[in-house]
Structure formats: structure tokens, C-alpha cells
């Protein structure tokens, strides 16, 4: 077959300019980046090879090779693992497919941060060209009798021909590097970059000697880091392992390394990131825990090993109970997988647990990053709900910073019976919310929840410890009986309405200009500075968890809501004034509509019809104008 020349996908092109034309502070990364992917060829190719053993053939220890030739300039990393055939070089080299692609180069566009960056998308190749002009790749798939071979200049296009020169099997990668970059060919450097990022491979790299009487150097340790004693390993150690499996390039948070002995057995060595992976929310996300079976890679792509609440978590599960031809169908319903998973969700969360009590503001951080993604085991988990529910922390009306729900039930102000919650999309438009008003004066302390998981968990978890939960924008909530006896109020609405004159007669009026557009009208015990709000009715839906449901067009219809009316707001006054002195006229009806639409703007609906609300505004400012004149 001729060469072929292709294009790179566009988000490829505008990383590898980024790549090209940005300063980078640690070039030396590259070669970590190769290093690790063909020690990822390796491991694939041992699996494949428990049920195709003639993959191997006659070589069967695996390697991964250094060559320096300084005359030519080039630097060479040789592994015989998998390979690639022609299109798992274009799918590989050629696009970005994992998801997020498009967050990830936005975000090296915007903060230059691509040493800190380029591995966490799978595209760590691409660094080869922060030191190289042009990269070769010559490949051949194991099994297979055709090898190709790729080249680029990292401009934009890349070539692909067959290769009857392509290793026996797996991969030679040739760096030309490019001037100035010569310290690459250097052995101490190389033995240097070995020791500090890879001495975890579990795979001998090893850098062949210029001299014919000189031996060949293994430049690492080749043994798998989780089977050594913790007091053998370093942190440095610990942290370039994380880099390797999580494809990572921030510094681990909190780290867990332990092997369970007895009934059953296994070890693991799992991470939580210091950073949000890109692609955390998105649909096509990958686990990031690799199954292992008596040190033999299994499979990365386990989503049988931990819940999808704990998703963030990175590193490796090594068990010894596993078969190690176990298929993808065995792993989905394995007895023993199961256990294990529930093992890791009680051990994880413990330690959690221990961080939130021993270091609060740490555990602050983690929160803001992780914290919405761990809500969803609130509906997901009953088992775990309950510790769930312990390392909660939310935003709240009367705190700087975040509070715990046992802090919140220790803060309750006398009389009170519920936690008070509201949901929404800002939490400093929450705190702003006419439906607070009343807590705020009460001294009661309303939790602001504003991820979009909030209003799913509430929906199945009723109370904490046995005090329910109660969202704010619901009727029904009788703030009288909250607070000392000194601080209650000795009149509620309903008083209120006897003290304004005319008040019951607007409240009608409204009641009846409105027709169906509102379920009732009613006197408020919860605004006091805020003339009108909507809130739901005791049955129906959270007002929030509705939008959100349209707007995944999971909901085809819009509850009708309670339009509370505040009796001591001048406004409200007046318009009952109006209407005892001269009855209810046209500046009264659509005074009425302007309060409706006043209190939908502030829930952040839409307006039905914007153009009466414009020429009811310009009306009334109208009048109130010839009127002052």
C-alpha cells in the first residue's frame, strides 16, 4: 500500500500547536508519557495472551527499550507489546476520543499549563513533539502480519504506509529531536527521568549500550509497586504511580494503600485526585480503577469494582479470587467482585471520614471539588446513605464557608422541627430569595443547595437522623412556632390581614384577575421586605426539581403555584387602600399582573407574555408620573 496522508482531527491540530509554540517548565515528561504507554501495551498484551497464547510466540518477557543515537540525533523507545494495526493508529494517534476533548484544550488555550496537563486526556503522546521535530511510529499488532508505519511533523497532517521493517510485534517510537534538545540523548539524564518518573513500571526499561562490550542497563525497579512494602516506598514513588494509572498530572489528596487477608483477598492502592478530571460529568467517562488478577492487568474499564459515586478515585485493585481468563460477562455478575466493591465503599468512606474529622479544611477543599459527584450516592446507595449523609456539607444562610448536617441539627433554633433547604442554580441568588426572609428574621439557618443532583437526593432521602427535610418555597411552613416564646409572634397572617384595611378584599380581586394562572393567593408569614413570591403547594413538585425535569424534557406541564401576598409591604398596603377607598380598577388589575410576573422573574421564569408586562409597567410608571405632576 502507497503512503497515505491524513489530517489530524481539529482538536489535535490545536493541541499540538499549543504543544509547538508553548513554553513548558518540564519537558523530561515525555518520556514518562512514552514510557507509561508502553507499559500499558504490555499489560494488554499479557491479557490477551491467557486466551491466545500464540500472541506471544517465542517472546515472552516484556520489555521496553531505550536507544540513543547522537550522530542521528534520535531517540528511540521500543516495547513488544500489543501494537497497533492501521486504524488503531489513526483512531490513537490521529483523534482524541475520550471525552471532554474539547474542556481540555480550552483550558491548556487558557492557562499555558500543558506540563501539568497534556497526560490527563490519553494524549500523552503528543508531548513527544515538546523535543521532537518529527516522530515516527512503526508498529505491527500481535498476531498480525502486516506492520505500518506512522509519521508527522506535528503540523497539522500524518502519513501511514505499511512497514515490512515494523517490530515482530509492538511498537519502536523514533524521536528526531530537535536542536537544542540533545540532553535527551544523554544516559544520565535518561537514567535520571527513569528513576524519578517510572521506577514503578512493572515492566524492565531498559537502555541499550552504544558499546558492543558493554551490558545493557535496566534503568527501574520492574516490579509492581502495590506488592511492596509501604515502608519501601517513597512518596515521590507513591505520586509518580498515581501520575502513571491515572493518567494525571495534579499531586494525589488522600491516599489508600492496604490488602485485605482472609475470607477473601486482595490489595489496592487507590488515589483521590487534588483536581476535577474533565471529563467527571460527561456520559462517555471512563472508570479510573484498573482490575489486576495475581498481578496480571485484567481490564481498565471495570465499572463493577466501585460505584459511580466514586468515580474520582484512581489506582488499581490486585485480587487473588478471580480466575485470570475472567470475561466481561463473569466480572458483571460476580459474587466475589461484589464484595470486594462493597468492601472498598466502607473503607473509602471511613477514611473520608477520618480526613473531615482531622483536617476540616482539607476536607473543605475535596468537598467543592468531589462533593457534588459523591451527593449522587444519596439515591443511588441506601446501604452507604447514612455515612453519606455524614461527610455531606453544604452552604447555608448563616455561615461563612460550609456546615455539616450534625452542625446544622446542633444550630436549630427552638421550636424548630425541619431542616430548611432551597434549591437553585446560584447559591448567592438563593440567599437573596423572598422565600428566606422570614427564616433570616428568625434567626433560622436555610442550607443552599445549588448542584443539580440536590434536588434528585432530597427527593429520596426524607430526614437526617430523624429530623425531615423541607424545602423553603413549599406552603405550609409555620414559622410562629420557631424561636423563644419572647421571640414568637403573637399575631400570624391571618391576624395580619384584619390590621390592613382592605387586604382581604385585594386578596380576592387578585385572586380572581389571576383566574388560573396561580392555585391560591394567600396571606405570607414568610417575606418581610419582598412584596409577593411563588412557592409550591404542599403536594407538588419542588418548584427547582420542575425546571430541571423540562428542561431534560422529562416533564411536558407546569404545576400552578400559591402567590403569597406580604401584608406589611407599602405596596400591598396601598393597593388594599385602593381598593377599600375606590374598589379594584384597572391600575389595581394590572398592578396584580405585575406582581405575578414580578415574583416569576425573581424564580427565574420566563414571562408568558413580556409584551403586556412591558405595557403594564409603562402604564403604572405613567400614571404615577402625571399623577406626581
Given amino acids: 500500500m502507497a503512503e497515505e496522508q ?14 509547538a509554540h508553548s513554553l513548558y517548565s518540564e519537558k523530561e515528561i515525555f518520556l514518562r508519557e512514552l514510557i507509561s504507554n508502553a507499559a500499558d501495551a504490555c499489560d494488554r498484551l499479557r491479557h490477551a495472551a491467557l486466551t491466545q497464547s500464540d500472541l506471544l510466540g517465542d517472546d515472552s ?16 523507545i521500543v516495547d513488544n507489546g500489543i501494537g497497533m494495526n492501521r486504524q488503531e493508529l489513526i483512531d490513537n494517534l490521529g483523534t482524541i476520543a475520550r471525552s471532554g476533548t474539547a474542556a481540555f484544550v480550552q483550558q491548556l488555550e487558557n492557562k499555558q499549563e500543558g506540563a501539568n496537563l497534556i497526560g490527563q486526556f490519553g494524549v500523552g503522546f503528543y508531548s513527544a513533539f515538546m523535543v521532537a521535530a518529527r516522530v515516527e511510529v512503526a508498529t505491527r499488532r500481535a498476531g498480525e502480519a502486516e506492520g505500518w508505519l506512522w509519521s508527522s511533523d506535528g503540523r497539522g497532517a500524518f502519513t501511514i ?28 539524564r535518561l537514567r535520571r527521568i527513569v528513576a524519578t518518573y517510572s521506577d514503578h513500571i512493572a515492566v524492565p526499561v531498559v537502555l541499550e549500550s552504544r558499546k ?3 551490558p545493557d542497563e535496566t534503568l527501574n525497579a520492574a516490579s509492581a509497586l502495590w506488592t511492596r512494602p509501604k515502608s519501601e516506598i517513597t512518596e515521590e514513588q507513591y505520586k509518580e504511580f498515581y501520575h502513571h494509572v491515572g493518567h494525571a498530572f495534579d499531586d494525589p489528596w488522600l491516599r489508600l494503600h492496604f490488602k485485605a487477608e482472609g475470607v477473601m483477598e486482595y490489595t489496592c492502592l487507590l488515589f483521590v485526585p487534588s483536581q476535577k478530571p474533565f471529563d467527571l460529568f460527561h456520559p462517555d467517562r471512563k472508570p479510573g480503577v484498573r482490575l489486576y488478577v495475581k498481578r496480571v492487568f485484567i481490564t481498565e474499564d471495570c465499572a463493577e469494582l466501585l460505584p459511580p459515586y466514586l468515580r474520582f478515585l484512581r489506582g488499581i485493585v490486585d485480587t487473588e479470587d478471580l480466575p485470570l481468563n475472567v470475561s466481561r460477562e463473569l466480572l458483571q455478575n460476580n459474587p466475589r467482585l461484589a464484595k470486594i466493591r462493597s468492601a472498598l465503599c466502607k473503607k473509602v468512606l471511613g477514611e473520608l471520614k477520618q480526613k473531615a474529622a482531622d483536617a476540616p479544611e482539607e476536607y473543605a477543599r475535596f468537598w467543592e471539588t468531589f462533593g457534588p459527584v459523591l451527593k449522587e450516592g444519596l439515591y443511588e446507595d441506601g446501604r452507604q446513605r447514612e455515612t453519606l449523609l455524614e461527610l455531606a456539607r453544604f452552604r447555608s444562610t448563616t455561615r461563612e464557608g460550609l456546615v455539616s448536617l450534625a452542625d446544622y441539627r446542633a444550630a436549630m433554633q427552638p421550636g424548630q422541627q425541619a431542616i430548611y433547604t432551597i434549591s437553585g ?30 434536588d434528585f437526593w432530597l427527593s429520596a432521602v426524607p430526614d437526617y437522623q430523624g429530623t425531615p427535610f423541607r424545602s423553603v418555597t413549599r406552603g405550609g411552613v409555620d414559622l410562629d412556632e ?22 382581604d378584599s385585594l386578596i380576592a380581586f387578585v385572586k380572581l384577575t389571576l383566574k388560573d394562572q396561580v392555585k391560591d393567593v394567600r396571606v405570607s408569614a414568610r417575606l418581610t421586605s419582598s412584596p409577593v413570591c411563588l412557592v409550591a403547594d404542599e403536594g407538588d413538585l419542588d418548584m427547582h426539581l420542575e425546571r430541571l425535569l423540562k428542561q431534560q424534557r422529562q416533564l411536558d406541564h407546569t404545576s400552578q403555584r400559591i402567590l403569597e401576598v406580604n401584608p406589611d409591604h407599602a405596596l400591598v398596603k396601598a393597593l388594599a387602600a385602593q381598593v377599600g377607598k375606590d374598589g379594584a380598577g384597572a391600575v389595581v388589575e394590572d398592578a396584580a399582573w405585575l406582581l405575578l410576573d414580578q415574583a416569576r422573574i425573581i424564580e427565574g421564569e ?10 403594564r409597567l409603562s402604564g403604572l410608571v405613567e400614571r404615577g408620573l402625571l399623577a406626581g405632576s
Fill in 6 to 19: 491524513m489530517n489530524f482531527q481539529a482538536e489535535v491540530s490545536r493541541l499540538l500547536d499549543i504543544v
Fill in 61 to 76: 518477557a516484556f520489555r521496553i527499550r531505550l536507544k540513543t543515537d547522537p550522530a542521528a540525533k534520535t531517540l528511540t
Fill in 161 to 188: 504506509a505499511e512497514d515490512a521493517e515494523a517490530p515482530v510485534r509492538g511498537t519502536r517510537i523514533v524521536l528526531h529531536l530537535r536542536d537544542g534538545e540533545e540532553e535527551y540523548l544523554d544516559p544520565l
Fill in 212 to 214: 558492543e562490550d558493554e
Fill in 425 to 454: 442554580d446560584d447559591p448567592r441568588t438563593l440567599a437573596r430569595s423572598p422565600q428566606i426572609e422570614g427564616f433570616a428574621a428568625k434567626g433560622v439557618e436555610v442550607l443552599l443547595l445549588s448542584d443539580p443532583v440536590d
Fill in 482 to 503: 420557631i424561636g423563644d416564646k419572647d421571640t414568637k409572634s403573637e399575631d400570624g397572617a391571618e391576624n395580619k390581614a384584619d390590621e390592613t384595611p382592605g387586604l
Fill in 606 to 615: 420566563p414571562l408568558p407574555d413580556p409584551t403586556a408586562f412591558s405595557r
